[in-house]
Structure formats: C-alpha cells, structure tokens
C-alpha cells in the first residue's frame, strides 16, 4: 500500500551532510509521499519556518556533526515545535549514534 502526504527534510544547524537525507527523502517518494527537502545547514527558525507553511505530516532531521554542538539546536527546536499549530507534524531523525541519543533524550 502506498502511503501519501507531506514530508519535510533539512540537514540542521551546521550540518552539510545530506546523502543520507536525500536517499530517505527518495525513498519516501517511491513509496507516494510528496518530499521538499530545504537542504543542508538549515537553522531551526527556517525549519520551523518551513513547517508552518508546508504543514507537512513529517518533518525529517539531519544531523552528522558533534553531538554536544546539537544539544542547543534541539532545544530551540523544542520550543518552536510547542508553538506549532494543531495538527503537529511527526518528527524524525538521521544522524549518528551519539547526535541519535541526543535526539531521542530531546523529547522530540
């Protein structure tokens, strides 16, 4: 069965690595969602930004750099995803094992 709907996909913060986002991003299109991806080194307030607009079902996150440079985009993450309105989108993440642990203690 194919799925449909929105994703949305950004490398964050500083992070230039997006291979893996875009092959996630392909692969989310084969399977009938429609994918935006805005890139790589996306700061959260143009995530965020994105999400408003879009109001996609998924947002998508990437990050492959220093897990401890992550802790502070999460946390403003956090707080513009609260202000976000209903319906919420799902948030999901690629990265590292050590950015992966930072993001799942996120809370996001």
């Not at 964050?12 to 080194?41: D, I, M, R, Y």
């Not at 202000?83 to 809370?107: C, I, M, N, Y």
């Amino acid at each position: 069965m194919m799925a449909s709907g929105k994703i949305l996909g950004a490398a964050l913060g500083q992070c230039v690595h997006v291979a893996g986002l875009c092959h996630f991003l392909n692969l989310c299109e084969k399977h009938g969602w429609k994918a935006t991806s805005l890139g790589p080194a996306v700061r959260p307030s143009d995530l965020l930004a994105a999400a408003r607009r879009e109001k996609p079902e998924v947002v998508a996150v990437s990050y492959r750099l220093t897990a401890e440079d992550l802790e502070p985009l999460l946390n403003e993450l956090r707080q513009g995803i609260e202000a976000l309105p209903e319906p919420k989108p799902r948030w999901v993440f690629g990265g590292t094992a050590p950015t992966a642990e930072k993001a799942r203690k996120s809370g996001i």
